[in-house]
């Protein structure tokens, strides 16, 4: 009798590389399409993401060799601990998350696990809250020249920061009282590698090219998800995704114009945001929920552009996942009650 040979195959492990294959093909395919998306992506990230981050990077970078993140933890320990369950330079990563936006909470988060200022769980903790959009994107860029007005700017930024807290205050019972967190609590951070007139060359050197791999990263980011919009566009796979979602928007009262800019916005946030902005509708309240929710969920491209921040350290992307979900949810929630309760942002016509 002969011998049967059965090969057990197991799917996963050829998911990747069927994607990467196939996104391969489509890159062939839609050449010229993609072309121009890898241009705008380009041009998106040299008019504002470089001139917006780059020079907080430089600035983070320099500051975690001074006091400065040493005395203030000392100064707001005694709100950071009892709130957040974080020590007090934590408080650092949340300062810094909410002025200068994505991906800096999570920077300043995993740098902090590296220079062992705070425990695994702690910097956990600080992942799934810090690392929010900036003001000056929020105000600026989605409220001012996607909306055409301020006053809606501030009303995101204000549920954007809101929910941030709330998502922080309810993280503080992740991994709480952990047995290796406990042994760390009697550990004191001192500031180490202070910058002096005799290093002050090389730690400016070191803090600039640190930035710079940050910004070519993000960048990386921004032309390969502005790519892979223009892929699902262009294919007519977009379409198809959001036909198969329109029952929930309808079942939730969305019209179905909006699914488009929200699959977009799941994918790449700016591309997202701009078609839920630009969509008419005389309830305008509609858009600024969405665009709310969308802010505080982030994107499957900053995800991926704080997995690869954090990649280099022990830290779990779980509580930056659950806490952007939540973090979307609430800022929902917070837009809706503001626009419902008060008359100054009644925007509808």
Not at 259 to 287: M, R, V, W
Request: glycine fraction near 8%; charge should be positive.
């Amino acid at each position: 009798m002969k011998k049967c040979n059965f090969y057990i195959v197991k799917l996963k492990h050829f998911i990747l590389p069927f994607i990467l294959i196939a996104f391969t093909m489509c890159l062939v395919v839609f050449s010229n399409t993609n072309l121009v998306a890898a241009k705008n992506g380009l041009i998106l990230w040299a008019n504002s993401i470089v001139p917006s981050l780059f020079p907080f990077f430089v600035a983070t970078e320099l500051l975690s060799h001074t006091n400065f993140i040493y005395y203030l933890g000392r100064i707001l320990n005694r709100f950071m601990k009892p709130i957040f369950n974080v020590r007090g330079e934590g408080s650092f990563a949340l300062i810094m998350g909410i002025i200068s936006g994505y991906p800096m909470g999570a920077k300043i988060a995993a740098n902090f696990r590296k220079n062992n200022v705070c425990t695994k769980e702690e910097c956990e903790r600080l992942l799934s809250f810090t690392n929010n959009s900036g003001p000056l994107f929020i105000i600026g860029s989605v409220g001012i020249v996607m909306f055409g007005n301020s006053s809606i700017g501030f009303l995101l930024l204000i549920t954007h920061i809101l929910a941030s807290l709330t998502v922080g205050f309810l993280f503080r019972f992740w991994k709480y009282r952990s047995k290796k967190e406990m042994n760390f609590n009697s550990y004191s951070s001192k500031p180490t590698n202070e910058i002096t007139f005799s290093n002050l060359g090389g730690i400016i050197g070191s803090s600039i090219t640190n930035s710079i791999n940050t910004i070519l990263l993000i960048g990386g980011f921004v032309v390969l998800f502005s790519v892979i919009l223009s892929i699902l566009k262009t294919s007519n796979l977009l379409n198809i995704i959001c036909t198969c979602i329109e029952p929930i928007f309808k079942f939730l009262n969305i019209p179905s114009e909006f699914t488009a800019g929200f699959i977009s916005g799941i994918i790449e946030l700016t591309n997202g945001l701009n078609i839920i902005c630009t969509i008419p509708e005389k309830k305008i309240s509609i858009n600024i929920i969405m665009a709310s929710f969308l802010l505080g969920l982030g994107g499957i491209s900053v995800l991926l552009q704080v997995w690869s921040t954090i990649s280099k350290t022990d830290l779990s992307i779980k509580p930056y996942i659950l806490g952007k979900i939540f973090h979307a949810c609430f800022s929902a929630f917070y837009t809706f009650l503001f626009l419902k309760n008060l008359i100054f942002f009644n925007f509808d016509i």
